[in-house]
């Protein structure tokens, strides 16, 4: 009896492998794998890749990283693929950080080795770039023109859904390519963002450069260079340097005055409705005499609630940091407010 006890205790051992005597008990290492293509790789046995999309870093941003990297390390391992031919490790992922890494006085730095297929290693930086938007638009343009070819000239559709981007923006990142070469210079130099250089498509060369000379030194919005760019075809000037730069000039007079008067128009109208929401029938009077003034059209329940909804579209738009005091749109909306809480409390 004992025998067959002892048998059946014998049956029910657990049985080790080797590996499990060596594998990691502890609980933080529940659910956790170790990766067999982790490395850490001396930095001169890793090359760039010649044929990667981006083709200009930023030195400020090199040197700010390369200063981080220095105190804190390599964060987050880069990804290369091993070249037998060669003997050498070639990027696919992270050439900002490997350039940081040497900059920083780095022997080694992490690495995934993966084996890329040459067919997908564009599409995989190309997506890495687009997803972080760290690639500048003219680079990212020649890429993608690439990458139609390596897929086989297939149709643009087909190119954008291979990155995961909207056709629409696809184009729109094509057209940087129909540039003169110094403004393309100035976009992947982070001088010209690539929604500011919209307004310079279509644009006679005086025009063009003239307009992009006010956006470099000024800092226009893309907003404000789409405006500009409409009023100049419109006024229909000659493309001579001189005379583009005047009219440019006056354009943003008129704009500014424009604004001037908006703003004092809004701060007497809103002073008024105040006014004559505490006041007396004076100031009644009075406000109905500056609604004159200014031609205003009567009081309309349904205009109301549209202009309503789209301050209110607007504010949810809005920075934060539009909204702090002492910023035009904190000027503005507090006299709103001011003037609303003066109309709101006499009927409460």
Known sequence: MASVTASATAGRRRKFTVDALFADHRPQAVGVEDLPTAKEIRLDRIVPDPDQPRRSFDEERLAELAASIAIEGVLQPIVVRYDAERDVYVIVHGERRWRASRQAGLATIPAIVRDVPEERRLVQQLMENIVREDLNAVDRAAALR????????????????????????????????????????????????????????????????????????????????????????????????????????EL????????????????????????????????????????????????????????????????????????????????????????LDAALGTSS
């Open 146 to 249: 690439a990458l139609k070819a390596q897929l086989g000239d297939v149709p643009w559709e087909q190119v954008a859904e291979a990155v995961g981007i909207r056709r629409s923006r696809l184009f729109q990142l094509l057209g940087t390519e129909k540039l003169p070469e110094a403004i393309q210079e100035d976009i992947r130099a982070g001088r010209l963002s690539e929604k500011q250089s919209r307004a310079l498509h279509g644009l006679p060369p005086a025009h063009q450069q003239a307009l992009r000379d006010l956006l470099v030194h000024e800092e226009i919005p893309a907003a404000e260079a789409m405006r500009l760019a409409r009023a100049l075809r419109a006024a229909k000037v000659p493309d001579e340097p001189e005379a583009v730069k005047r009219a440019l000039a």
């Open 252 to 339: 943003r007079n008129r704009s500014s005055a424009a604004r001037h008067a908006g703003t004092d128009e809004m701060a007497t109208l809103l002073s008024a409705v105040a006014a004559a929401a505490t006041g007396g029938r004076q100031e009644r009077v009075h406000l109905s005499q500056i609604a004159a003034t200014y031609g205003l059209p009567p009081y309309d329940a349904t205009r109301l609630q549209a202009e309503v909804l789209a301050l209110a579209r607007t504010l949810a738009r809005t920075p934060a940091e539009e909204l702090r005091p002492g910023t035009p749109a904190y000027a503005a909306l507090a006299a709103l407010y001011g003037a």
